[in-house]
């Protein structure tokens, strides 16, 4: 049983910061990729971080230069600073690895909401 338990989330004000973690555990014997999908109220889910196993980073524009994933052993981060009103959903942990069934796992999520 894979399981994704991500921490961190909270009620914070504009320009403050945040710092999500994401436990992996379970039979996952090689994860390719790891990273945040966030998604807002009437809004679909979007790709917000990854880092993949050279420890290569990609960022949706909206966060780049505000926000930090990283990386430590079966944990992943997302260091969130500059916040802003539009960060506010709640934020999904995912792993995705190409030899499991099924590839892609997801953590429960955990609420951000930034107030003006």
């Known amino acids: 049983q894979v399981q994704l338990v991500e921490s961190g989330g909270g009620l914070v004000q504009a320009g403050g910061s945040l710092r999500l973690s994401c436990a992996v555990s379970?039979?996952?014997?090689?994860?390719?990729?790891m990273g945040w999908h966030r998604q807002a109220p009437g809004k679909q889910r979007e790709l917000v971080a990854r880092i993949i196993e050279s420890g290569s980073t990609d960022y949706a524009d909206f966060v780049k230069g505000r926000f930090a994933i990283s990386r430590d052993k079966n944990t992943v981060y997302l260091q969130m600073n500059s916040l802003k009103p539009e960060d506010t959903a709640v934020y999904y942990c995912?792993?995705?690895?190409?030899?499991?069934?099924?590839?892609?796992?997801w953590g429960q999520g955990t609420q951000v909401t930034v107030s003006s």
């Open positions: 379970g039979s996952i014997f090689s994860i390719n990729t």
């Open positions: 995912y792993t995705y690895a190409r030899n499991s069934s099924p590839s892609y796992h």
